[in-house]
């Protein structure tokens, strides 16, 4: 159901219109997560170089950060 019923009491929607609200929010999110996902996967080397250089300093500086994202993107 889209919402609980105590948080909309005066429900002036059908079933059949909640069930077609929460398979919209579904298939929304699904996409954002396969987005990320993508992004993600793309960026991987990047974020391989930025852990490891991480697991190296524990801290990364704004400079360090924009020549590892420089470097990287070569």
């Known amino acids: 159901m889209f919402l609980p019923g105590n948080y909309s009491p005066n429900k002036s929607y059908s079933e059949t219109k909640s069930t077609q609200i ?3 929010i579904s298939a929304v999110i699904e996409q954002a997560h396969q987005r990320v996902r993508n992004i993600l996967s ?3 080397n ?3 170089n930025l852990a490891r250089l991480l697991s ?3 801290i990364v500086q704004g400079d360090e950060l924009r020549q590892l994202l420089a470097d990287s993107t070569k």
């Open 46 to 48: 990047i974020l391989d």
């Open 22 to 24: 929460d398979e919209e």
């Open 42 to 44: 793309e960026r991987r």
């Open 56 to 58: 190296e300093k524990e």
